[in-house]
């Protein structure tokens, strides 16, 4: 009697798992067709929405036809009650969370987003013969831009970043608790260090640039020059040729 109700319970369990993958595969297609409806009323081309869904051209076309857009967004609505998850804001940007969020749940929603886009390099560096690259600027501030490739040291060094994220996550109780895994207060900070690029040192940079800067007029020339990487790379919206220079101040 005991190994047939153990075997009773946890068929009961598997069933209801696969009850439970039924709803939600039903449900993602349900938000798929109103993402699908939404692009095209958007005027997307149907040969960019249907490589995005990975849909031939003219199933996206039968998907699209006949769509009613309100009543997609009222059983959205619905599903929104449920608890499943809202879609992005295409007018927004991949750097809102930059801004802070309000719960740890839509911080590991935005560390997610980074695994993913760090298991998108790998695939490229795997199968490109040039590195992918990246903004060190948010895209706020554009037209202003900075880019860096991305090497397996970077995608290391990310992933490293998001796990000591994670644990202090795991950790907070609130989002006011963070320390390390915390949004700091100029956006362009922040996504540099999610991208785990350290601010460009004087040292560093004239050992890239192969700048000479012993001199006395070699070195305030430097780091007239270190200055204007600086702001290029978003760290300062000093102008280089105003900024303090010690060299400049030292031949005064």
Same mark, same amino acid.
């Given at each position: ?84 998850? *809202? ?7 991949? +750097?809102? /969370?930059?801004?802070? $969020? %309000?719960?740890?749940? #839509?911080? @590991? &929603? ?45 995608? *290391? ?7 000591? +994220?994670? /644990?202090?996550?795991? $950790? %907070?109780?609130?989002? #006011?608790? @963070? &320390? ?68 400049? &101040?030292?031949?005064?």
């Amino acid at each position: 009697m005991t190994e047939w109700l153990k075997k009773f319970r946890r068929e009961r369990r598997v069933l209801a798992r696969v009850q439970r993958s039924a709803w939600r595969l039903e449900q993602a297609e349900r938000e798929r067709d109103w993402a699908l409806a939404a692009a095209r009323h958007e005027k997307v081309p149907v040969r960019k929405v249907a490589e995005a869904a990975g849909l031939s051209p003219t199933r996206v076309h039968q998907l699209t036809k006949d769509a009613d857009l309100d009543a997609l967004d009222a059983a959205l609505g619905q599903l929104r009650a449920a608890g499943w998850p *809202a879609p992005e804001d295409p007018g927004g940007s991949d +750097d809102e /969370e930059l801004s802070g $969020r %309000a719960s740890i749940a #839509e911080r @590991l &929603q935005d560390e997610v987003a980074w695994v993913q886009q760090c298991a998108e390099w790998i695939d490229h560096l795997a199968s490109k013969p040039y590195p992918p690259a990246a903004n060190l600027r948010p895209e706020g501030d554009f037209p202003d831009t900075c880019a860096v490739p991305i090497r397996l040291p970077r995608v *290391a060094a990310i992933l490293r970043r998001i796990a000591f +994220d994670v /644990e202090e996550l795991a $950790r %907070a109780r609130c989002v #006011e608790e @963070l &320390q390390a895994a915390k949004v700091a207060d100029d956006p362009r900070a922040e996504r540099r260090r999610r991208l785990a690029e350290p601010d460009l040192s004087y040292a560093e940079y004239c050992d890239r640039t192969k700048t000479p800067w012993r001199s006395t007029q070699q070195g305030e020339l430097a780091w007239t020059a270190y200055q204007a990487e600086r702001r290029r790379r978003g760290e300062t919206d000093e102008d280089p040729f105003e900024a303090y220079n010690p060299f400049r &101040q030292g031949r005064h």
